[in-house]
């Protein structure tokens, strides 16, 4: 049988589609990159649809091992491709791996949760976040902050990166493409800097998604204040 490689389907304005293709990257893997362009709906046909019925970005057809989830796919990568040299990504030690499964848990109910529910409304339709959610943004910020403080350590989980470190890099920097300054909260502006600085492949698979959110909201932004003029001079010439 034809050996095949990893069928990858991502857009690169989505944070959690960066996450799984910086675990693609530095876990090696032989993949072919099936961009799914959300803004066509192209995850709404019907053919991405059969392939996953919630019709979310990242998905990994893996020889028929068809997945979503980001973090369930970044695991999977890892179980499957880890070498000596890379195990420490995600560590075979069952103490060590709960501690970075207990951040890929924060990250995806807590983080990403809140970054989601803040900046819907900015995201989707170029609205203002929504000023209710700030707390919830604010307090998983506070915690990750306070997480690395006590952690004493220079990642999330100990000495070395892992696969923690990937997905909530992707979340917070998703950040930087909505302009929310994250820079008082110390400890974790430190670490966003470390991580970006030691990683790899951060800037080859997070730039260029960060700018396309950043123009696409902004884009949103101005049609909307454009629409809203119109309406505006539309109801003054009928009064
Ligand atoms: N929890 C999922 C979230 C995936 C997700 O919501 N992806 C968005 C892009 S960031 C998407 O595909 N949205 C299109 C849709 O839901 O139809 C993960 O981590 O993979």
Not at 16 to 45: G, H, Q, S
Not at 191 to 202: A, L, Q, S, T
Request: aromatic residues 12%; hydrophobic residues 35%.
């Amino acid at each position: 049988m034809a050996w095949l490689s990893t069928e990858f389907y991502f857009y690169k304005g989505s944070a959690p589609c960066r996450a799984v293709w910086m675990t693609l990257k530095i876990f090696k893997v032989d993949y072919e990159e099936k961009i799914v362009d959300l803004l066509k709906a192209e995850n709404k046909r019907p053919w991405f649809i059969r392939l996953n019925p919630q019709h979310t970005v990242p998905t990994i057809n893996d020889s028929s091992v068809v997945l979503w989830e980001s973090r369930a796919i970044m695991m999977y990568l890892a179980n499957k491709h880890a070498t000596e040299e890379t195990q420490y990504l995600y560590p075979k030690e069952p103490e060590e791996r709960a501690k970075v499964d207990r951040m890929l848990f924060f990250d995806m109910g807590t983080l990403y949760h809140a970054i989601k529910e803040y900046f819907g409304p900015k995201i989707h339709q170029g609205l203002p976040p929504d000023p209710e959610k700030e707390n919830l943004l604010k307090q998983s910020l506070d915690y990750l902050d306070h997480f690395l403080e006590i952690g004493g350590v220079p990642y999330l989980c100990g000495e070395k990166i892992t696969l923690a470190d990937i997905a909530v890099l992707a979340s917070v920097t998703e950040l930087d493409a909505l302009e929310y300054s994250y820079k008082c909260y110390g400890d974790l502006n430190r670490w966003v800097e470390r991580v970006k600085g030691n990683f790899p492949y951060y800037k080859e698979c997070c730039d260029e998604g960060v700018a396309m959110t950043r123009a696409r909201v902004k884009q949103l932004e101005a049609d909307l204040k454009k629409q809203m003029e119109k309406e505006r001079k539309a109801s003054l010439t009928k009064k």
